[in-house]
């Protein structure tokens, strides 16, 4: 295990809507560590945005705190906000709507460091320009294009190019790859992981795709109903998952094989719950095949059931 | 063949060069044949404007009244007439186009400013701030424009920079309006998410990341409310509150001229061209800005 980059502590985030309140993100314990990527999955509106967007400061957080490095981010002033966010930044999942249409490729990339101030003069400006192009690998020729120009691989390396340019430590991306096709993603996922090991960055990679997070995660962490369920070194949690929630997650998996054909997939049964005004206890409980009556009686716990594998689960107290 | 290789090559040279935004903005611009001719009309309106003096005497064939030669029709000594006073159509719609442009440009300017302040803190911040600022600026809808106008030159007395106020003042709502209405459509986008991630200010992405973005509305709305703002005060001359006469001034040209129209056509016709002429080379140009600024647009 490596040092923690990035840890948050019983994080909450609610959104006040007229039905109640929105427990998007509800006491999320998790830790990055420098250079690794956590992976964290789940369900549509499981709050893994909310959680990435919580994490920058870019939503106002309920409760809890963000460390990074050590330190409490939600105490920052304005001017140590800016700094930090030098150190941490976002890829976002849709590229086209990502990139301001009125700006060029350059402009884009120019931008951050224009905000931060971090290079000043015009000529270094264009010359980190060109190298940060090179680094994502964009054609110097796309310099004066517009991103409508450009096909969603290359607009996904504009983006990655954009969150580089303040030389961050940590980066949070957002779907970086589902609106991409196949053969793309593949591009974008070895782009982003060559970038890891050239720079020592530290990703929290949010996705739905789970053959996506296994290629590139060192830890998975699986949220449900803003909680998180699931928590274990990627190999552990494939291999061996515990939590009746991931295990249908990995189940759902399609086998590219022909002896998978005819054999009865175990499917979650019912809807998600409501994420407003939740009631304690597990919010999987109510479509669980293992659910008792303990499930709905307290807020459960993530328990270290192996070292380095948690759960919550009663299942597993 | 070979030609087509170097026109290759010189799109080669020019795309690893960067180019400012304002330099390929008027590169498309220039494309535009009708917003080139637009500008080209705009430019020799506001030339004649600034050169009037050195080929007329103000005093002399603008005000001095010469009623042995009234209501003529043109001819070469008076290419557009005179009028019922006998001064010559010419010089008065030259030294009326200096009050029109100014009029023109300053109250939408006016307009325009505190109008996309007032819009743009309204859509951006939102709740408190938008609910108190758009109402006042209901309430000023309320008012026909024409009379908060009259109600402002009144309170503040006759004269040029009054009107120009006053009809500054009766176009702000609108902009606001339009200006709100684009950047609530804009403020949830990923890129201003992205661009705050980098601690971008509010000041910043309103500026270079919304605006922009929110032109095209802005800038028709804009080219229409001058050529309105020309028009409005001729009314407001019509009803002694604006330019009073003898100072030439297309709008009120026009509209003592009206009273002779069937006798002497050209006592309107001659202010009207210019008014429509002015009008139009503006709406070339707004339109041609609009598209030049979009570069999603390709032609």
């Given at each position: 295990m490596g040092t923690p980059l990035v840890e948050t502590?019983?994080?909450?985030?609610?959104?006040?809507?007229?039905?109640?309140?929105?427990?998007?993100?509800?006491?999320?314990?998790i830790t990055i560590n420098k250079g690794e990527t956590l992976g964290?999955?789940?369900?549509?509106?499981?709050?893994?945005?909310?959680?990435?967007?919580?994490l920058l400061?870019?939503?106002?957080?309920?409760?809890?705190?963000v460390l990074f490095e050590g330190k409490?981010i939600?105490?920052?002033?304005?001017?140590?906000?800016?700094?930090m966010?030098k150190q941490m930044q976002?890829?976002?999942?849709?590229?086209?709507?990502?990139?301001?249409?009125?700006?060029?490729?350059?402009?884009?990339?120019?931008?951050?460091?224009?905000?931060?101030?971090?290079?000043?003069?015009?000529?270094?400006?264009?010359?980190?320009?060109?190298?940060?192009?090179?680094?994502?690998?964009?054609?110097?020729?796309?310099?004066?294009?517009?991103?409508?120009?450009?096909?969603?691989?290359?607009?996904?390396?504009?983006?990655?190019?954009?969150a580089l340019?303040l030389n961050p430590k940590f980066i949070v991306c957002?779907?970086?790859?589902?609106?991409?096709?196949?053969?793309?993603?593949?591009?974008?996922?070895?782009?982003m992981m060559d970038l890891q090991d050239e720079m020592g960055l530290s990703y929290m990679f949010?996705?739905?795709?789970?053959?996506?997070?296994?290629?590139i995660s060192n830890e998975?962490a699986?949220?449900?109903?803003?909680?998180?369920?699931?928590?274990?070194p990627s190999?552990?949690?494939?291999?061996?998952?515990?939590?009746?929630?991931?295990?249908?997650?990995?189940?759902?998996?399609?086998?590219?094989?022909?002896?998978?054909?005819?054999?009865?997939?175990?499917?979650?049964?019912?809807?998600?719950?409501?994420?407003?005004?939740?009631?304690?206890?597990?919010?999987?409980?109510?479509?669980?095949?293992?659910?008792?009556?303990?499930?709905?009686?307290?807020?459960?716990?993530?328990?270290?059931?192996?070292?380095g594998?948690?759960?919550?689960?009663?299942?597993?107290? | 063949?070979?030609?087509?290789?170097?026109?290759?090559?010189?799109?080669?040279?020019?795309?690893?060069?960067?180019?400012?935004?304002?330099?390929?903005?008027?590169?498309?611009?220039?494309?535009?044949?009708?917003?080139?001719?637009?500008?080209?009309?705009?430019?020799?309106?506001?030339?004649?404007?600034?050169?009037?003096?050195?080929?007329?005497?103000?005093?002399?064939?603008?005000?001095?009244?010469?009623?042995?030669?009234?209501?003529?029709?043109?001819?070469?000594?008076?290419?557009?007439?005179?009028?019922?006073?006998?001064?010559?159509?010419?010089?008065?719609?030259?030294?009326?186009?200096?009050?029109?442009?100014?009029?023109?440009?300053?109250?939408?300017?006016?307009?325009?400013?505190?109008?996309?302040?007032?819009?743009?803190?309204?859509?951006?911040?939102?709740?408190?701030?938008?609910?108190?600022?758009?109402?006042?600026?209901?309430?000023?809808?309320?008012?026909?424009?024409?009379?908060?106008?009259?109600?402002?030159?009144?309170?503040?007395?006759?004269?040029?920079?009054?009107?120009?106020?006053?009809?500054?003042?009766?176009?702000?709502?609108?902009?606001?309006?339009?200006?709100?209405?684009?950047?609530?459509?804009?403020?949830?986008?990923?890129?201003?998410?992205?661009?705050?991630?980098?601690?971008?200010?509010?000041?910043?992405?309103?500026?270079?990341?919304?605006?922009?973005?929110?032109?095209?509305?802005?800038?028709?709305?804009?080219?229409?409310?001058?050529?309105?703002?020309?028009?409005?005060?001729?009314?407001?001359?019509?009803?002694?509150?604006?330019?009073?006469?003898?100072?030439?001034?297309?709008?009120?040209?026009?509209?003592?001229?009206?009273?002779?129209?069937?006798?002497?056509?050209?006592?309107?016709?001659?202010?009207?061209?210019?008014?429509?002429?002015?009008?139009?080379?503006?709406?070339?140009?707004?339109?041609?800005?609009?598209?030049?600024?979009?570069?999603?647009?390709?032609?």
């Amino acid at each position: 295990m490596g040092t923690p980059l990035v840890e948050t502590k019983d994080l909450k985030k609610y959104f006040h809507t007229p039905k109640g309140e929105l427990h998007a993100v509800d006491g999320v314990n998790i830790t990055i560590n420098k250079g690794e990527t956590l992976g964290v999955v789940g369900e549509s509106g499981c709050g893994k945005s909310t959680l990435g967007r919580v994490l920058l400061r870019l939503l106002d957080h309920t409760s809890g705190e963000v460390l990074f490095e050590g330190k409490n981010i939600f105490e920052y002033n304005k001017k140590q906000m800016l700094e930090m966010r030098k150190q941490m930044q976002i890829i976002f999942q849709d590229p086209y709507a990502s990139l301001n249409p009125r700006m060029t490729v350059s402009e884009i990339i120019a931008e951050p460091m224009k905000v931060c101030k971090t290079v000043t003069n015009k000529v270094e400006l264009s010359n980190r320009v060109s190298e940060l192009m090179d680094i994502v690998g964009l054609a110097e020729r796309f310099v004066n294009t517009y991103p409508h120009e450009l096909d969603g691989g290359r607009r996904q390396r504009i983006g990655i190019a954009r969150a580089l340019a303040l030389n961050p430590k940590f980066i949070v991306c957002d779907e970086p790859v589902s609106a991409l096709d196949v053969s793309i993603q593949a591009q974008i996922l070895n782009l982003m992981m060559d970038l890891q090991d050239e720079m020592g960055l530290s990703y929290m990679f949010i996705t739905h795709d789970l053959s996506v997070v296994k290629h590139i995660s060192n830890e998975i962490a699986v949220m449900y109903l803003g909680q998180c369920v699931e928590r274990a070194p990627s190999d552990e949690l494939f291999k061996n998952p515990m939590h009746p929630y991931t295990k249908a997650l990995l189940d759902a998996i399609p086998v590219p094989n022909l002896s998978g054909r005819g054999k009865e997939r175990k499917l979650i049964k019912g809807e998600v719950t409501s994420p407003i005004n939740p009631k304690p206890g597990c919010r999987f409980a109510a479509r669980c095949p293992f659910a008792s009556e303990k499930c709905t009686n307290h807020d459960l716990k993530l328990n270290e059931v192996q070292p380095g594998h948690f759960v919550a689960c009663t299942l597993f107290e | 063949m070979a030609k087509k290789e170097k026109k290759a090559q010189v799109v080669d040279q020019t795309h690893i060069k960067k180019r400012s935004q304002l330099k390929s903005v008027w590169l498309r611009f220039k494309k535009n044949k009708l917003a080139m001719v637009g500008l080209v009309m705009f430019i020799l309106v506001v030339l004649m404007a600034l050169t009037a003096d050195i080929f007329f005497n103000y005093e002399e064939q603008a005000l001095a009244q010469h009623l042995t030669e009234k209501n003529q029709g043109p001819s070469l000594e008076h290419i557009m007439g005179t009028d019922q006073y006998g001064r010559d159509m010419f010089v008065r719609v030259v030294f009326g186009s200096r009050i029109s442009l100014v009029v023109g440009i300053c109250t939408v300017a006016i307009g325009l400013t505190i109008g996309a302040i007032i819009g743009a803190s309204a859509g951006y911040y939102g709740g408190k701030i938008d609910n108190i600022l758009m109402r006042i600026m209901d309430i000023f809808l309320a008012i026909p424009s024409m009379l908060l106008a009259v109600v402002i030159v009144a309170a503040l007395g006759n004269g040029l920079f009054n009107l120009i106020l006053a009809m500054g003042i009766a176009r702000i709502p609108r902009f606001a309006r339009i200006v709100r209405s684009s950047i609530i459509s804009l403020k949830d986008q990923e890129f201003i998410e992205a661009a705050k991630a980098c601690g971008t200010r509010d000041r910043r992405i309103i500026l270079k990341h919304i605006l922009p973005n929110a032109l095209g509305p802005i800038i028709v709305e804009a080219t229409l409310a001058m050529a309105m703002s020309i028009l409005t005060v001729a009314s407001l001359s019509f009803v002694g509150l604006g330019i009073t006469p003898p100072t030439p001034e297309w709008g009120s040209m026009l509209s003592t001229g009206k009273a002779q129209m069937r006798y002497y056509p050209h006592l309107v016709i001659m202010p009207g061209i210019a008014i429509v002429y002015t009008v139009m080379a503006i709406n070339l140009i707004g339109d041609g800005l609009r598209d030049a600024l979009d570069p999603r647009l390709k032609n």
